[in-house]
């Protein structure tokens, strides 16, 4: 099984960025403890980070046909993107959406998710550990 890890705008600044809401570990920190868990799980992982809209999109289109489901983190795409909700239910793959902060604790417009509602499930206000729960998830559901 292929997982796409999907990093949206301004993860590349985890580990600099408000580390009192979002942590001190780095993306590649993100990245080596998810992959970490992937070979636990025997499932492969693709990455991709961008801070384009349209770029997250073209890669989840390309991506679609090269793996069994995502796992995203849409950074603040979560609050304005329906164009990332369509994509993501236009390929028709299970996903769930992570959240490094409990965006459901903090400004009222961070509380608003166009993804949720389609999402396989959602995991947030746990850190690093929102990836992480969220892949284990994830896969969980894609066995069956």
Do not use: C, W
């Not at 985890?14 to 499932?43: I, W």
């Not at 801070?51 to 793996?67: P, T, Y």
């Amino acid at each position: 099984m292929k997982i796409a890890v999907v990093h949206g705008p301004n993860l590349r600044l985890l580990g600099r960025r408000e580390p009192e809401v979002y942590g001190t570990d780095t993306l590649d920190d993100v990245n080596r403890k998810l992959a970490e868990v992937a070979n636990e799980l025997g499932v492969e992982l693709e990455t991709f980070q961008s801070n384009h809209e349209g770029e997250l999109l073209d890669f989840i289109e390309d991506a679609a046909s090269r793996v069994e489901a995502f796992l995203i983190n849409p950074g603040a795409y979560t609050h304005t993107s329906i164009a990332l909700r369509d994509a993501l239910t236009g390929v028709e793959l299970p996903f769930v959406e992570v959240h490094l902060s409990n965006t459901a604790g903090r400004e009222d417009f961070r509380r608003h998710s166009y993804l949720a509602p389609v999402a396989s499930g959602v995991v947030l206000g746990f850190g690093v550990q929102s990836y992480l729960l969220g892949l284990r998830g994830l896969v969980a559901r894609a066995r069956g």
